[in-house]
């Protein structure tokens, strides 16, 4: 079964230094690959998405991420973090066999201090 | 507001009661997910419907769970007999078709404390 490793569940980081939430997925055949933020009290939002063709993926807020399928990586970051990045970032995989659920990693905590 | 709307937010239920939670997926999408979200845990895939349909339920548990998605109406997520375990987060997201890289969109959630 799929399975997404964040290998950090809290990551500290002073405001305007570089950023970079590790994210690791079991070996498969095919899959897409997600980041999602969520806030306190709502729902997830979308970053960015892997779908095929260039490694690096850009995002919103100045979020980017690099697919390494030798690796099978897919981490997160940002050259310059503000404070309002502070939220919890999840890795998720789409199996393209197995429709659309979402496997979740089990999140990191981005802490944002002046 | 066209985004995916879940109610209530909250939700407060004693030890055996039911508690029923709504989704309202956002407007043209006839695909819904649930995930729950336990304290200090990542989303786990609960179930996946299509209107009137349920296409992939294998993270439900096998017991006072249940989900439905009408034809007409919201889909919702019911817990029978709930006990305190069953305190989380309980997310709705929906998708315009069935296919796996289409990014889901989220609702905020409905929080369930169970006393």
């Known amino acids: 079964a799929q399975s997404v490793t964040q290998l950090d569940s809290q990551v500290p980081v002073f405001e305007e230094a570089p950023v970079e939430l590790r994210c690791n997925y079991s070996?498969?055949?095919?899959?897409?690959l997600f980041w999602y933020v969520q806030y306190p009290n709502q729902g997830l939002q979308l970053l960015l998405k892997?779908?095929?063709?260039?490694?690096l993926v850009k995002g919103i807020n100045g979020f980017e991420a690099e697919f390494n399928k030798s690796q099978t990586s897919f981490h997160l970051r940002k050259p310059s973090v503000h404070i309002s990045d502070t939220a919890e970032y999840f890795c998720a995989v789409s199996d393209r066999n197995q429709g659309g659920k979402l496997i979740f990693g089990q999140g990191t905590e981005l802490s944002v201090k002046p | 507001n066209a985004g995916v709307m879940q109610n209530p937010r909250h939700l407060v239920r004693r030890r055996g009661q039911e508690a029923r939670l709504r989704c309202s997926p956002m407007?043209?999408?006839?695909?819904v997910y649930w995930y729950r979200q336990l304290p200090e845990e990542g989303l786990k895939f609960m179930v996946y419907l299509q209107k009137e349909n349920i296409i992939d339920e294998s993270g439900m548990p096998k017991e006072r769970f249940s989900a439905e998605f009408p034809k007409e109406g919201p889909s919702i997520l019911r817990i029978q007999q709930v006990v305190r375990g069953d305190s989380a987060a309980y997310f709705c997201a929906s998708s315009p078709y069935m296919d796996s890289n289409q990014p889901q969109h989220f609702g905020d959630g409905t929080r369930l404390s169970i006393l």
């Open positions: 070996s498969s055949v095919s899959v897409y």
């Open positions: 407007k043209g999408h006839s695909h």
């Open positions: 892997y779908l095929s063709g260039s490694t």
